[in-house]
């Protein structure tokens, strides 16, 4: 995912989204660094000048830091608006670049094992969230306890 506004002038202008926060919104508050509370609708408003046009219609995406993130001392998620949002694909010059691509290939070629264990805590965290067991439930959906086996 990458920011469809400023991108020279933030942070972190291309992302892996690793979670969904169903409980957070546009509206929802963090703590700044100064010790401030706003809302990420306020922060985005004054940060980059762009207006959040659906506040309470979104739960917020959520990249985790990097290795490199961690080792600067940068320990905090990083929450984004869907809808600033744009997904990416990859350049020539991203396909062309082998540190990228073995980098992309450590997400993209996991194991049965580690694609499991993915699968699992994600459907552990779909039914742990309230607002996505009430999507579900609206649709009349229901989200098992493990995965079906196939033989």
């Given at each position: 995912?990458?920011?469809?506004?400023?991108?020279?002038?933030?942070?972190?202008?291309?992302?892996?989204?690793?979670?969904?926060?169903?409980?957070?919104?546009?509206?929802?508050?963090?703590?700044?660094?100064?010790?401030?509370?706003?809302?990420?609708?306020?922060?985005?408003?004054?940060?980059?000048?762009?207006?959040?046009?659906?506040?309470?219609?979104?739960?917020?995406?959520?990249?985790?830091?990097?290795?490199?993130?961690?080792?600067?001392?940068?320990?905090?998620?990083?929450?984004?608006?869907?809808?600033?949002?744009?997904?990416?694909?990859?350049?020539?010059?991203?396909?062309?670049?082998?540190?990228?691509?073995?980098?992309?290939?450590?997400?993209?070629?996991?194991?049965?094992?580690?694609?499991?264990?993915?699968?699992?805590?994600?459907?552990?965290?779909?039914?742990?969230?309230?607002?996505a067991r009430?999507?579900?439930n609206s649709?009349?959906?229901?989200?098992?306890?493990?995965?079906?086996?196939?033989?």
């Amino acid at each position: 995912m990458s920011s469809h506004f400023k991108s020279r002038e933030i942070k972190y202008p291309a992302c892996r989204i690793s979670d969904v926060d169903f409980d957070s919104s546009p509206l929802s508050t963090f703590q700044r660094r100064d010790g401030s509370s706003i809302s990420f609708k306020d922060y985005y408003q004054q940060r980059y000048g762009v207006t959040v046009k659906q506040p309470r219609h979104q739960p917020l995406l959520v990249s985790l830091p990097t290795e490199r993130d961690k080792r600067r001392g940068d320990l905090h998620n990083v929450m984004l608006i869907p809808e600033l949002c744009l997904m990416t694909g990859l350049s020539k010059k991203m396909r062309d670049n082998f540190n990228f691509m073995a980098k992309l290939a450590e997400h993209t070629r996991k194991g049965p094992a580690e694609r499991v264990s993915d699968v699992r805590s994600f459907l552990a965290r779909l039914r742990r969230t309230r607002e996505a067991r009430s999507v579900a439930n609206s649709w009349n959906l229901e989200f098992g306890t493990d995965l079906v086996c196939i033989k």
